[in-house]
């Protein structure tokens, strides 16, 4: 099975910065069949990005993801104050799917 | 309005057989997969498996074949996890999710199980 791995583990932001994070698969991505989620404390996961560039519904440009084949980044460029979550990476490409093990941006 | 509701949480001790249940709405429920998702106290996401409601076509993932059974009943729009005998590292909560193309964009609220002696 493909393994995801995302870093930093952890990444301390002040609002407004620019937040980057990254998920490295352990092998190609076919067909850019990769998604990222929000999570916060006490909810379900939300759905952000799903192959691995498209905006789902309703989240706003200020959020975007880029990448291929075994690279992937998600991008805030301007970090509010509800940005401040969990993060994962899914890979949906090879069965079985796989979650990275997530990032926690938190305020500076 | 998509909406998947999963039953409330459950106290069980070692041994004892458990089924929970996540029933959709808002859309046709026999044409979407409907995935599961195990996340383990103060740990990640892990995908269990997932199942389509419109000919019960299921895929487990290897960690979790043999460990849990997923099914549907597609006349009450509703998807089940269950266990056989429940051990102690089953305590989680555990979320039902509506499968896009590969990608869950929907989700239950999540069901916690707590499986204790």
């Known amino acids: 099975e493909i393994v995801l791995t995302q870093s930093p583990g952890t990444l301390s932001l002040s609002p407004g910065e620019r937040a980057t994070l990254s998920c490295r698969a352990s092998?190609?991505?076919?067909?850019?069949?990769l998604a990222w989620y929000q999570q916060k404390p006490g909810q379900a996961p939300r759905l952000l990005i799903y192959?691995?560039?498209n905006r789902a519904t309703g989240i706003p440009d200020r959020v975007s993801g880029s990448g291929s084949g075994t690279d992937f980044t998600l991008t805030i460029s301007r970090l509010e104050p509800e940005d401040f979550a969990v993060y994962y990476c899914?890979?949906?490409?090879?069965?079985?799917?796989?979650f990275g093990q997530g990032t926690k941006l938190e305020i500076k | 309005e998509v909406q998947l509701v999963q039953s409330g949480a459950e106290v069980k001790k070692p041994g004892e057989s458990l089924r929970i249940s996540c029933k959709g709405s808002?859309?046709?429920?026999?044409?979407?997969?409907i995935g599961w998702v195990r996340q383990m106290p103060g740990k990640g996401l892990e995908w269990m498996g997932i199942?389509?409601?419109?000919?019960?076509?299921?895929r487990y993932s290897p960690s979790f074949q043999g460990q849990v059974t997923i099914s549907a009943d597609k006349s009450i729009s509703t998807a089940y996890l269950q266990w056989s005998s429940l051990k102690a590292s089953d305590t989680a909560i555990y979320y039902c999710?509506?499968?896009?193309?590969?990608?869950?964009?929907?989700w239950g609220q999540g069901t916690l199980v707590t499986v204790s002696s």
């Open positions: 999710t509506r499968q896009k193309w590969g990608e869950f964009d929907f």
């Open positions: 808002g859309y046709r429920f026999t044409n979407h997969w």
């Open positions: 199942i389509y409601p419109g000919d019960s076509d299921t």
């Open positions: 092998q190609s991505v076919s067909s850019s069949y």
């Open positions: 192959g691995a560039s």
């Open positions: 899914q890979q949906y490409g090879s069965s079985p799917s796989t």
